[in-house]
């Protein structure tokens, strides 16, 4: 369906400025959505779609335009004026009470009630109803906590529909699918369009909008930087919209012979919660002088994997090598003394301790070097002299050492954990996520850091969600899929493939290539 | 066998009752604020200062007015609790003990300011909760001395088990709670003011220990003695972790720590002294939490 | 998306203000509780400014500074209380037990003191020492239920806390009774093994001064050692230090033993100073352990701020008889002062990370 000039838009936002300290978030933007269109929104990290969307839903008060629904001006205080305003968010991280059941989690707030009391009858009755109507399938009575990932997110679906919203914001609701999830959700979105809803989902996968929308918005650092018409688009034509430019050339990567197995894992198994195999017999090497990716979809084993491999998980099965020596049973401080290193994907909670200083959170791993300490005293000269070099190395951007974690920005947090990872010198780094929420600069500084690492003969173990960041730093490619190594792939191979990022994908999904 | 059925008899089930209600309104207060998200560790002191309340309230102005006095003193404090704990964010466990040791000296002090005594104050104005005799179920073996002679309290602590169930799971103020003690954010998307329920649920566990104040103080004695709640409101956290926040869980819990209260009073009849005998609920409390959590823990490893 | 400080003011004036900082919050807390308690004191009848001025003089004041010496005698096991909890702070650990390993710590000091046949010479130290392995074994104890049977360390120290105490009453009312004095407690230790005073005609003994050399070490140890940085990242985020390859587990145990360690020597050195044997409720029933919990917290874990307010509750405490002397407030006026201290301090910080407990989801710091 495309949107005519005559029909009046279901969501319009004329002029929306958002400002934070030091950034303008959104800069004058001007939306226009149709009654029972499906509206891309397109952007790289960073320009401005979740503040957007932030600002839609009543989460940020906008500094200055407005906000339309039907022709009519709203003002949201709070995300309860955008539900009651026709407003449904399907959050991308799920807003569900694991506990209740799918019908108390739709109900929640607004309750059916029979003799003052909770109905669980009509909660059922209304929510199995609601979703026969718009083809979601999903049992009522069952707990949020058993539901695999796809249904959850029909539940979330399902309680803006029982709020009875016309306008649904979706904010990369792909990230956690499986493909045929993917499909059952693109399906459920056409239904809910040709039903007159209105659907806007936030994404930065060009193949997604190719697929889905009628009309693609795309923003550039805070600015509307083109809305087009899907059909007359192609993917390289919103990509330079989205970038302001052609693709990235290749970062340069020197090919290098590779030597021995700095790192090899065995038949490995690592148990989940339930006692399931949530790593499966796992095996596979990283040699001296390459650096091995891990793909696949959030949630197949790959946290598990690299949890086990640095010690912060037991594995049932298996055996871990370091540098030729089994390292298995080994503390966590003998790993980290045998050469390993680990930049972990959750850098708040794990990576630093936020409220500590720069120094205190960047001698961490050379607390036992003599030039930090003696005899087991700290010695506050060496400790000013290591931390400064390293901030200058990494050029990390502080006041002083002395300053806490926390008043940096996630560039900067991230590379306090990478100066500190490399600054022994590890054999092995694993490198989980690395630049996930990363400015562009930081992002690009903690890639050559990692080539460095390889440059030096030294052994990489990169698990990234991006496809892109993979086949830009990786020698090898293991793709990981319900707990399984499904496919390896070599870069050479696929150097200059335009469809390598499809391989990956259609791997990670459990396909065959 | 003569000595243990001496030793087992109506009185000690009796007794039993009136050992375990105090905890027991505890109890549910803070399994309510724990399925807000909250955890209620200031029950000791809202427990003194409702047993404080309802002897002074029922000095001035009777017994009822002493409950009252009870039930409001326990929800002023809870409210000054919610205030740090919701309003401020701070830590709730700091203010919690803040609160325990604000509650001990208070009441002492009041107790001087106030009375002019030191230590224990007994006057024949304060009007005890008297009891409650149940003419038909009296009768019956065992369960009429369980049951009967007790003070109103009992019986309305034993209600309001079955109605916090009822509201818990079954109306939709229990829903939206144990949404917000769930997942707070969650519930804050779907309109709901969090921290109301949240102050609202530390409140009502301020009434309830009032009330559990005033078992203490006006049910089986008529008198308040300095820190008269003597790790009471602490069985009363450990009696929510053991069931589970579950109210039936919670009853059972506490009706186990009144039998123990309860055998160890009766044994302080026969030579054994009484520093021995009041360390048994202690004793048991932490035996029964080690087994139940370390059982827990190692269900958890192999089922979620 | 927050940006980093670009800015940076490195001139005198502002350097002062950034030391002095610390100390604002508990100054306000003080400030605020003196004022709530003055209004307590309108309630109830009583002439705040005659009451505080009295309290004032009663905590420093008196002849020959006599009241002085007395702040500083009580100061003595608030602070040792206050430096055992802040230790275990420091590293995340609430001990709530240190009641209980006072206690247990004063009675086995008490009994090697009087019972174990060794020379005189070596009485004392074996009998301090035998105090503070009694104080960390019962700390250990907690902490292993802690660590094997999942019973919270809040729990299992505060819980423990009412076994040490009626154990330690039972003792002292039945076996080990000095029947002829006619009181609830042991005989007296014999001479050689007592504590010597400072200052003659006051309770102001060695102790005093072993506590401060504590305080000195613990100050060290935390800012200056690896083990201290251990401590501190630990407290700060156990996944954090468990991920850099400290040894939280043992660290626990190793914080606890020592904290638990330090209260049951503060246990010995008041029976071996102040009392001479072990008197039932002597330890207890001025709630040195509890006041030395407010100390800690009043602090925010910093050692040699415990000292200082220790110092402070001790002359609260002491102020207060002179308060109930001099403008007839009851000298329970204090205990409430020192609460509301502590909640008023509390309205600010969080002195325990909340990844010791289950912390609320961080949020995405995406566009």
């Given at each position: 369906?495309?949107?005519?000039?005559?029909?009046?838009?279901?969501?319009?936002?004329?002029?929306?400025?958002?400002?934070?300290?030091?950034?303008?978030a959104?800069?004058?933007?001007?939306?226009?959505?149709?009654?029972?269109?499906?509206?891309?929104?397109?952007?790289?990290?960073?320009?401005?779609?979740?503040?957007?969307?932030?600002?839609?839903?009543g989460?940020?008060?906008p500094?200055?335009?407005?906000?339309?629904?039907?022709?009519?001006?709203?003002?949201?205080?709070?995300?309860?004026?955008?539900?009651?305003?026709?407003?449904?968010?399907?959050?991308?991280?799920?807003?569900?009470?694991?506990?209740?059941?799918?019908a108390?989690?739709?109900?929640?707030?607004?309750?059916?009630?029979?003799?003052g009391?909770?109905?669980?009858?009509?909660?059922?009755?209304?929510?199995?109803?609601?979703?026969?109507?718009?083809g979601?399938?999903?049992?009522?009575?069952?707990?949020?906590?058993?539901?695999?990932?796809?249904?959850?997110?029909?539940?979330?679906?399902?309680?803006?529909?029982?709020?009875?919203?016309?306008?649904?914001?979706?904010d990369?609701?792909?990230?956690?699918?499986?493909?045929?999830?993917?499909?059952?959700?693109?399906?459920?979105?056409?239904?809910?369009?040709?039903?007159?809803?209105?659907?806007?989902?936030?994404?930065h996968?060009?193949?997604?909008?190719?697929?889905?929308?009628?009309?693609?918005?795309?923003?550039?650092?805070?600015?509307?930087?083109?809305?087009?018409?899907?059909?007359?688009?192609?993917?390289?034509?919103?990509?330079?919209?989205?970038?302001?430019?052609?693709?990235?050339?290749q970062?340069?990567?020197?090919?290098?012979?590779?030597?021995?197995?700095?790192?090899?894992?065995?038949?490995?198994?690592v148990?989940?919660?339930?006692?399931?195999?949530?790593?499966?017999?796992?095996?596979?090497?990283?040699?001296?002088?390459?650096?091995?990716?891990?793909?696949?979809?959030?949630?197949?084993?790959?946290?598990?994997l690299?949890?086990?491999?640095?010690?912060?998980?037991?594995?049932?099965?298996?055996r871990?090598?370091?540098?030729?020596?089994d390292?298995?049973?080994t503390?966590?401080?003998?790993?980290r003394?045998?050469?390993?290193?680990?930049?972990?994907?959750?850098?708040?909670?794990v990576?630093?301790?936020?409220?500590?200083?720069?120094?205190?959170?960047?001698?961490?791993?050379?607390?036992?070097?003599?030039?930090?300490?003696?005899?087991?005293?700290?010695?506050?000269?060496?400790?000013?002299?290591?931390?400064?070099d390293?901030?200058?190395?990494?050029?990390?951007?502080?006041?002083s050492?002395?300053?806490?974690v926390?008043?940096?920005s996630?560039?900067?947090?991230?590379?306090?954990v990478?100066?500190?990872?490399?600054?022994q010198?590890?054999?092995v780094?694993?490198a989980?996520?690395?630049?996930?929420?990363?400015?562009?600069?930081?992002?690009?500084?903690?890639?050559?850091?990692?080539?460095?690492?390889?440059?030096?003969g030294?052994?990489?173990?990169?698990?990234?969600?991006?496809?892109?960041?993979?086949?830009?730093l990786?020698?090898?490619?293991?793709?990981?899929f319900?707990?399984?190594?499904?496919?390896?792939?070599?870069a050479?191979?696929?150097?200059?493939?335009?469809?390598?990022?499809?391989?990956?994908?259609?791997?990670?999904?459990?396909?065959?290539? | 066998?003569?000595?243990?059925?001496?030793?087992?008899?109506a009185?000690?089930?009796?007794?039993?009752?009136?050992?375990a209600?105090?905890?027991?309104?505890a109890?549910?207060?803070?399994?309510?604020?724990?399925?807000?998200?909250?955890?209620?560790?200031?029950?000791?002191?809202?427990?003194?200062?409702?047993?404080?309340a309802?002897?002074?309230?029922?000095?001035?102005?009777?017994?009822l007015?002493?409950?009252?006095?009870?039930v409001?003193?326990?929800a002023?404090?809870a409210?000054?609790?919610?205030?740090?704990v919701?309003?401020l964010?701070?830590?709730?466990?700091?203010v919690?003990?803040?609160?325990?040791?604000?509650?001990?000296?208070?009441?002492?002090f009041l107790?001087?300011?106030?009375?002019?005594?030191?230590?224990a104050f007994?006057?024949?104005?304060?009007?005890?909760?008297?009891?409650?005799?149940?003419?038909?179920?009296?009768?019956?073996p065992?369960?009429?001395p369980?049951l009967?002679g007790?003070?109103?309290?009992?019986?309305?602590?034993?209600?309001?088990?079955a109605?916090?169930?009822?509201?818990?799971?079954?109306?939709?103020l229990?829903?939206?709670?144990?949404?917000?003690?769930?997942?707070?954010?969650?519930?804050?998307?779907?309109?709901?003011?969090?921290?109301r329920?949240?102050a609202?649920?530390?409140?009502?566990?301020?009434?309830?220990?009032?009330?559990?104040?005033?078992?203490?103080?006006?049910?089986?004695?008529?008198?308040?003695?300095?820190?008269?709640?003597?790790?009471?409101?602490?069985?009363?956290?450990v009696?929510?972790?053991?069931?589970r926040?579950?109210?039936?869980?919670?009853?059972?819990?506490?009706?186990?720590?009144?039998?123990?209260?309860?055998?160890?009073?009766?044994?302080?009849?026969?030579d054994?002294?009484s520093?021995?005998?009041?360390?048994l609920?202690?004793?048991?409390?932490?035996?029964?939490?080690?087994?139940?959590?370390?059982?827990?823990a190692q269900q958890?490893?192999?089922?979620p | 998306?927050?940006?980093?400080?670009?800015?940076?003011?490195?001139?005198?004036?502002?350097?002062?203000?950034?030391?002095?900082?610390?100390?604002?919050?508990?100054l306000?807390?003080?400030?605020?509780?003196?004022?709530?308690?003055?209004?307590?004191?309108?309630?109830?009848?009583?002439d705040?400014?005659?009451?505080?001025?009295?309290?004032?003089?009663?905590?420093?004041g008196?002849?020959?500074?006599?009241?002085l010496?007395?702040?500083?005698?009580?100061?003595?096991?608030i602070?040792?209380?206050?430096?055992?909890i802040?230790?275990?702070l420091?590293?995340?650990?609430?001990?709530?037990?240190?009641?209980?390993?006072?206690?247990?710590?004063?009675?086995?000091?008490?009994?090697?003191?009087l019972?174990?046949p060794?020379?005189g010479?070596?009485?004392?130290?074996?009998?301090?020492?035998?105090g503070?392995?009694?104080?960390?074994?019962?700390?250990?104890?907690?902490?292993?239920?802690d660590?094997?049977?999942?019973?919270?360390?809040?729990?299992?120290?505060?819980?423990?806390?009412?076994?040490?105490?009626?154990?330690?009453?039972?003792?002292?009312n039945?076996?080990?009774?000095?029947?002829?004095?006619?009181?609830?407690?042991?005989?007296?230790?014999?001479?050689?093994?007592?504590?010597?005073?400072?200052?003659?005609g006051?309770r102001?003994?060695?102790?005093?001064?072993?506590?401060l050399?504590?305080?000195?070490?613990?100050?060290?140890?935390?800012?200056?050692?690896?083990?201290?940085?251990?401590?501190?990242m630990?407290?700060?985020?156990?996944?954090?230090?468990?991920?850099?390859?400290?040894?939280?587990?043992?660290?626990?145990?190793?914080?606890?033993?020592?904290s638990?360690?330090i209260?049951?020597?503060?246990?010995?050195?008041?029976?071996?100073?102040?009392h001479?044997?072990?008197?039932?409720?002597?330890?207890?029933?001025?709630?040195y352990?509890?006041?030395?919990?407010?100390?800690?917290?009043?602090?925010?874990?910093?050692?040699?701020?415990v000292?200082?307010?220790?110092?402070?509750?001790?002359?609260?405490h002491?102020?207060g008889?002179?308060m109930?002397?001099?403008?007839?407030?009851?000298?329970?006026?204090?205990?409430v002062?020192?609460?509301?201290?502590?909640?008023?301090?509390?309205?600010?910080?969080?002195?325990?990370?909340?990844?010791?407990?289950?912390?609320?989801?961080?949020?995405?710091?995406?566009?």
């Amino acid at each position: 369906m495309v949107a005519t000039s005559s029909e009046a838009p279901a969501l319009e936002l004329r002029g929306i400025v958002k400002r934070f300290p030091g950034v303008l978030a959104n800069d004058h933007i001007d939306l226009a959505v149709a009654p029972g269109e499906i509206r891309a929104l397109l952007g790289e990290n960073g320009a401005g779609k979740t503040t957007l969307m932030r600002v839609l839903y009543g989460l940020y008060p906008p500094d200055d335009g407005e906000i339309l629904l039907d022709g009519k001006a709203q003002r949201f205080r709070s995300p309860t004026d955008a539900i009651h305003a026709g407003i449904g968010m399907v959050h991308q991280h799920f807003m569900l009470f694991p506990s209740l059941t799918v019908a108390e989690n739709v109900v929640y707030g607004r309750e059916p009630q029979r003799w003052g009391l909770l109905d669980r009858t009509a909660a059922a009755r209304q929510v199995a109803e609601l979703a026969e109507r718009y083809g979601l399938q999903v049992d009522p009575a069952a707990r949020v906590a058993d539901l695999p990932v796809g249904s959850r997110q029909r539940v979330e679906i399902l309680k803006t529909l029982y709020r009875d919203a016309r306008v649904l914001i979706l904010d990369e609701p792909t990230a956690v699918l499986t493909p045929q999830e993917r499909q059952g959700l693109f399906q459920i979105l056409r239904e809910l369009a040709s039903q007159g809803k209105t659907v806007i989902f936030i994404t930065h996968k060009l193949q997604e909008v190719m697929d889905l929308a009628d009309h693609a918005t795309v923003l550039r650092g805070g600015m509307v930087e083109a809305t087009v018409a899907v059909a007359d688009s192609s993917p390289e034509a919103l990509c330079r919209h989205m970038v302001g430019r052609d693709l990235l050339p290749q970062l340069a990567k020197v090919p290098q012979a590779t030597g021995e197995s700095l790192l090899a894992v065995n038949n490995l198994v690592v148990l989940d919660n339930t006692g399931r195999r949530i790593v499966d017999q796992v095996s596979f090497e990283v040699r001296a002088g390459e650096i091995v990716g891990l793909a696949g979809v959030a949630g197949n084993g790959q946290s598990e994997l690299v949890a086990a491999i640095a010690g912060l998980r037991s594995p049932a099965a298996g055996r871990i090598l370091l540098n030729q020596d089994d390292v298995t049973a080994t503390s966590i401080a003998a790993r980290r003394q045998a050469g390993l290193a680990y930049i972990p994907e959750d850098r708040n909670r794990v990576g630093l301790a936020l409220a500590a200083s720069v120094a205190d959170n960047l001698i961490l791993t050379g607390r036992h070097n003599p030039t930090l300490t003696q005899r087991g005293v700290l010695s506050q000269a060496g400790i000013e002299r290591y931390t400064t070099d390293l901030v200058e190395r990494f050029d990390i951007k502080i006041a002083s050492v002395r300053e806490a974690v926390d008043h940096l920005s996630g560039g900067n947090r991230q590379k306090v954990v990478t100066a500190r990872e490399l600054a022994q010198e590890p054999l092995v780094l694993i490198a989980e996520q690395p630049t996930q929420g990363v400015d562009v600069g930081a992002a690009e500084s903690i890639h050559h850091n990692l080539l460095a690492v390889r440059d030096q003969g030294r052994a990489v173990l990169l698990s990234s969600a991006e496809s892109s960041e993979i086949l830009a730093l990786c020698d090898r490619i293991l793709v990981m899929f319900e707990g399984r190594i499904v496919g390896e792939l070599l870069a050479e191979e696929l150097a200059n493939d335009p469809a390598a990022e499809a391989t990956i994908g259609l791997l990670a999904a459990g396909g065959e290539v | 066998m003569n000595e243990l059925a001496n030793l087992f008899d109506a009185a000690l089930l009796s007794s039993t009752m009136r050992f375990a209600t105090p905890l027991l309104l505890a109890a549910l207060g803070g399994l309510i604020c724990e399925r807000a998200g909250i955890f209620n560790i200031a029950l000791e002191g809202l427990m003194l200062t409702g047993a404080f309340a309802a002897v002074a309230g029922s000095y001035y102005a009777g017994v009822l007015g002493g409950v009252g006095a009870a039930v409001v003193a326990g929800a002023a404090l809870a409210a000054l609790y919610a205030g740090f704990v919701v309003g401020l964010r701070s830590d709730e466990i700091v203010v919690g003990i803040a609160l325990n040791l604000l509650a001990s000296g208070l009441t002492v002090f009041l107790l001087r300011a106030l009375f002019g005594v030191k230590g224990a104050f007994q006057d024949p104005r304060i009007e005890g909760l008297g009891s409650v005799r149940l003419p038909l179920i009296e009768a019956i073996p065992i369960v009429g001395p369980l049951l009967s002679g007790h003070s109103w309290l009992v019986y309305a602590a034993l209600m309001l088990v079955a109605i916090v169930w009822v509201v818990l799971f079954h109306h939709p103020l229990g829903l939206r709670l144990r949404g917000v003690g769930e997942q707070p954010d969650a519930a804050a998307t779907l309109g709901v003011n969090t921290r109301r329920v949240q102050a609202a649920a530390l409140i009502v566990s301020g009434m309830l220990c009032g009330l559990a104040g005033a078992q203490l103080s006006l049910g089986s004695v008529t008198l308040f003695v300095e820190g008269m709640s003597a790790g009471r409101g602490w069985i009363a956290v450990v009696a929510v972790l053991l069931g589970r926040a579950h109210p039936v869980g919670v009853a059972v819990a506490c009706l186990v720590f009144g039998f123990t209260d309860s055998l160890g009073f009766r044994l302080q009849g026969r030579d054994i002294p009484s520093q021995l005998t009041e360390m048994l609920p202690y004793v048991v409390t932490l035996i029964g939490l080690a087994i139940i959590n370390s059982r827990r823990a190692q269900q958890k490893g192999l089922q979620p | 998306m927050s940006t980093h400080r670009a800015t940076q003011d490195g001139s005198s004036s502002s350097q002062l203000t950034q030391r002095l900082r610390p100390l604002a919050a508990p100054l306000l807390a003080v400030l605020g509780a003196l004022v709530l308690g003055a209004l307590l004191m309108l309630v109830t009848g009583h002439d705040p400014l005659a009451a505080y001025r009295a309290m004032f003089e009663g905590a420093l004041g008196g002849r020959k500074l006599a009241n002085l010496m007395a702040t500083l005698a009580r100061a003595t096991p608030i602070v040792g209380m206050g430096l055992a909890i802040t230790i275990a702070l420091r590293g995340g650990y609430l001990n709530l037990g240190g009641e209980g390993q006072l206690v247990l710590g004063g009675l086995t000091s008490a009994l090697v003191a009087l019972y174990l046949p060794l020379p005189g010479w070596l009485l004392l130290p074996v009998s301090l020492v035998g105090g503070a392995v009694a104080g960390a074994a019962w700390a250990l104890l907690a902490t292993g239920l802690d660590r094997v049977f999942r019973v919270p360390l809040l729990i299992g120290t505060l819980l423990l806390n009412y076994p040490a105490r009626y154990l330690a009453s039972y003792l002292v009312n039945h076996p080990l009774r000095d029947v002829a004095s006619g009181m609830s407690q042991t005989h007296r230790v014999p001479e050689g093994v007592e504590l010597a005073y400072l200052v003659p005609g006051t309770r102001l003994h060695v102790g005093a001064l072993m506590v401060l050399a504590l305080v000195l070490v613990a100050t060290w140890v935390v800012r200056r050692t690896r083990v201290g940085y251990e401590l501190r990242m630990t407290g700060l985020n156990p996944d954090f230090a468990r991920y850099g390859g400290i040894n939280t587990v043992r660290l626990g145990f190793g914080t606890m033993a020592i904290s638990g360690s330090i209260a049951g020597l503060v246990g010995a050195m008041e029976v071996l100073g102040t009392h001479h044997r072990f008197i039932d409720n002597a330890l207890t029933a001025p709630l040195y352990a509890w006041t030395g919990l407010m100390a800690a917290l009043l602090a925010g874990s910093s050692p040699l701020g415990v000292l200082a307010a220790g110092l402070f509750f001790a002359a609260v405490h002491t102020g207060g008889f002179g308060m109930e002397r001099g403008a007839q407030v009851p000298r329970e006026l204090s205990r409430v002062l020192q609460a509301l201290m502590i909640l008023l301090i509390a309205a600010r910080s969080r002195l325990l990370t909340p990844t010791h407990r289950d912390a609320p989801a961080e949020k995405a710091s995406s566009s």
